[in-house]
């Protein structure tokens, strides 16, 4: 029976071979990219799922509230992990992680393999208990139990060592401190919150930390440091919960057991647990979390396209299976059969169809990874987070695509079929039609969100943000390296170059994210205002073009570091005006500043957000000089600039390479999630309208069909080629228009939602919604004409010949 049934589809399939190709190719297409899109979050929600303590690890954050502005921080302080462990039955185990610095270390194994590595971390033995990472060599119980040893991942190893056996054997780190390897760890998933190629062992770094910053603070400073119990650190510190315990009773004992700086510095802030499994999606940017939503959506509705080609193109063939049923019928056949029979014929073109939208799946995994800038293990590939949901959507498509067409076709009166009473038309036909307006509604609310989306990454890219960031280099000036003590020197050399119109210095670089914040009380009411502040020298605001509002008196000097100047938004909310802005702020900690200008309000941060009140603290040339901005002319030579930068540079630091960026890169890079969710945008668009074209096609090929007595006769009758064209194309137009009223208002609703993430944003004009309209117009006029055209053109002799 089954072999009979699997005949029967086969024959169908290979008698109609161009509604074969369109529904197997079209929903391959679409099974194709809903598979991307199925990788893609199910990778981005399996992020940590891969130890297996994970469902009861927590990681302590500190979030603090300055004035009108909060901001959280994971970093605590050496004792804080084992502090909270012995008050807190609740809790099982902890670990501290102390993630990669700024900036790279060179360590080398001999000098052959020596490297500049940026992902060197160090962790406590707790780490390796409360986390599950998978040991190729050594011994996870006694790892990390010595001071100065390492763990390197299998690529790292095999870098350093080649195939020779690592353990036991040293590297060199910073050129003065030796570690011994004690194990290897297999590589990294991509899936993991936490990342590095070395981890060193904690205690280590207490050695390395106290030298770095014996030049900054005594040693009775440093030990006051390393007992406080609190957010006063750089540890990650994660803690193992027993099984049923809360995290939130922990976190409520977290306050008596800070030290009294810390309970100060707490009076208006709060501890909190989060969840292991939930450190991804907390770390990202809305504007990434959004994308996964927004991917997930386009999916389902790609997909949705896709199952409606099938549906409407199997339905549409009614006439020609009516007589089939009608036979099978009044030969016995029940309608459970026929039910089974066009099943297995949708899963035949279901199954078809998945096999080649594999293919093209693997075809277009390398363009897909680069546009959106992640990476998938292959081992996920083959992993219970991405086989499971494939599976399910594989079954979810057997049953959507066969079920209508099954219970229509198996659902014909024999007696009818066989009187030739039979009409296409009815309720098929209306659902048929609905379809179609769902498919192009879909198609024109994507070209809508294109436009829009294509329309604010422009803003972006053009809009004036109040500073001049155009042919400005950065380079970052590592303290721990005791780069800065030659600060002086390398800036008067830098100064000299041919090409160089200014060179200033920052303690933080333009378009990151800005830790820094002042509590200034307003002086004309108790009102809290954050402020964000960062150190620069007196030439900072010509050198990147900023402009006054108020300008500092006629030859007052910016050289004090007890002066600062303030921006209009931090103006307008402290009070300060242009008849009392020279005063004494007081910003809190004993530290006073006195306010000599006012700076038109610029963009340091990106568009997405509004212009918060800021400061630039002006202090001498000799302090708070981690970035040297370094503006080049428009006349010099860039490579031959850059290059002379980078002697100076290498005459004081010959051992690491130098590097730089160019602030308008920097800014660019602040929207690459909103580039590379443009970029799918668009291609899911181009999918969409390639899937509903295709059926649209099947569809207008058909209708051709089924009508050429219709148009032979109108030929006879005298109509014209354009007449017939037009008569086969109204029908589209009612659909397109109708299509059109549906989309628009649930596109500019979804949008607007869109742009009110960011404070700057496009307008959503009526053009664009025109636009849309006639681009899905001229899109389904085109592929609708050449199957009017050619049954407008047959021959009508031909069709009338046996009547």
Not at 533 to 559: H, N, S, T
């Amino acid at each position: 029976m089954l072999q009979n049934y699997v005949t029967i589809v086969l024959r169908n399939l290979l008698r109609h071979k161009t509604f074969s190709l369109i529904n197997i190719l079209g929903l391959a297409t679409g099974m194709a990219v809903t598979l991307l899109i199925v990788l893609y979050v199910a990778h981005e929600y399996s992020y940590d799922h891969f130890h297996q303590k994970g469902g009861r690890i927590v990681r302590a954050e500190f979030k603090h509230q300055a004035g009108n502005e909060s901001y959280s921080v994971p970093w605590m302080s050496y004792r804080f992990g084992e502090a909270v462990k012995n008050a807190c039955p609740e809790v099982e185990d902890f670990a501290r992680f102390k993630e990669p610095g700024f900036g790279s270390k060179l360590v080398q194994s001999d000098s052959q393999h020596k490297f500049f590595e940026p992902e060197f971390a160090f962790a406590d033995e707790g780490f390796l208990r409360v986390f599950t990472f998978d040991f190729l060599q050594g011994d996870p119980k006694t790892a990390l139990s010595r001071p100065f040893t390492v763990l390197l991942t299998e690529q790292t190893a095999r870098k350093y060592f080649g195939d020779a056996h690592p353990i036991g054997k040293t590297l060199l780190y910073d050129k003065q401190y030796t570690f011994e390897v004690v194990g290897i760890l297999r590589n990294l998933p991509p899936n993991s919150s936490i990342q590095f190629d070395f981890l060193a062992d904690l205690s280590s770094y207490r050695s390395i930390e106290r030298k770095i910053y014996e030049k900054f603070m005594s040693a009775q400073e440093m030990d006051k440091q390393f007992e406080r119990v609190g957010a006063s650190g750089g540890y990650s510190t994660y803690f193992l919960l027993h099984p049923q315990a809360l995290a939130s009773r922990v976190a409520q004992k977290i306050p008596s057991l800070l030290t009294i700086d810390d309970k100060i510095k707490s009076s208006h802030a709060s501890y909190i647990l989060d969840p292991l499994f939930d450190l991804h999606f907390n770390s990202l940017l809305p504007s990434a979390r959004q994308a996964v939503t927004i991917f997930s959506v386009v999916a389902i509705l790609i997909l949705a396209l896709a199952l409606i080609n099938y549906i409407n193109l199997t339905t549409a063939r009614s006439t020609s299976r009516a007589k089939e049923v009608g036979i099978r019928k009044v030969a016995g056949a029940a309608r459970k059969s026929l039910i089974i029979q066009f099943y297995l014929e949708s899963s035949l073109c279901v199954s078809l169809a998945f096999s080649l939208s594999v293919i093209i799946f693997i075809l277009l995994q390398p363009l897909f990874f680069q546009i959106l800038q992640f990476s998938v293990d292959e081992s996920f590939l083959k992993s219970p987070y991405f086989l499971v949901p494939t599976f399910i959507f594989y079954i979810i498509c057997i049953i959507l695509s066969g079920s209508y067409p099954a219970l229509l076709l198996s659902g014909f009166a024999p007696v009818e079929v066989l009187k030739g009473r039979f009409s296409p038309t009815g309720n098929a036909a209306w659902i048929r039609k609905g379809l179609t307006v769902f498919q192009f509604a879909v198609s024109i609310a994507l070209i809508i969100g294109s436009i829009l989306i294509k329309g604010q990454l422009n803003l972006f890219m053009q809009k004036d943000t109040g500073l001049d960031r155009e042919r400005v280099a950065v380079v970052h000036l590592d303290i721990e390296d005791g780069l800065d003590k030659y600060y002086k020197a390398i800036r008067e050399e830098i100064r000299q170059i041919r090409g160089v119109e200014h060179i200033t210095a920052s303690s933080l670089v333009m378009y990151g994210r800005y830790g820094n914040i002042w509590s200034i009380k307003s002086p004309d009411s108790i009102k809290d205002v954050s402020v964000h502040y960062f150190a620069v020298d007196e030439e900072f605001i010509p050198a990147l073009g900023l402009k006054w509002a108020i300008p500092p008196q006629r030859g007052q000097a910016l050289v004090t570091k007890d002066q600062m100047v303030i921006n209009e938004m931090a103006a307008n909310q402290l009070g300060i005006h242009a008849g009392n802005y020279q005063q004494r702020i007081d910003v809190g900690e004993g530290i006073s500043k006195n306010v000599i200008g006012v700076l038109k309000d610029f963009n340091y941060a990106t568009l997405a957000r509004e212009i918060k009140p800021m400061a630039l603290s002006i202090a001498p040339d000799s302090v708070y000089r981690d970035y040297l901005y370094i503006k080049l002319s428009q006349y010099a030579s860039i490579p031959e600039t850059i290059g002379a930068i980078g002697q100076v540079y290498n005459r004081y630091k010959t051992d690491k390479p130098f590097d730089y960026t160019f602030l308008d890169d920097t800014y660019r890079k602040q929207y690459e999630n909103q580039i590379s969710t443009a970029k799918i945008m668009f291609a899911f668009t181009a999918f969409a309208i390639i899937i509903a074209c295709m059926g649209l096609f099947g569809l207008a090929t058909f209708t051709a069909e089924q009508r050429t007595k219709e148009i032979g006769i109108r030929k006879v009758l005298g109509a014209s080629v354009s007449q017939i064209v037009a008569m086969l194309s109204k029908d589209l137009l009612k659909l397109i228009a109708v299509a059109f009223v549906i989309s628009t208002p649930i596109a500019w609703y979804f949008m607007h939602k869109w742009l009110e993430d960011f404070a700057y944003r496009i307008d959503i004009e009526w053009w664009v919604f025109g636009l849309a309209g006639v681009v899905a117009l001229f899109i389904a006029l085109f592929t609708v004409s050449f199957q009017a055209i050619k049954a407008a053109l047959s021959n009508p002799v031909k069709s009338l010949r046996n009547e």
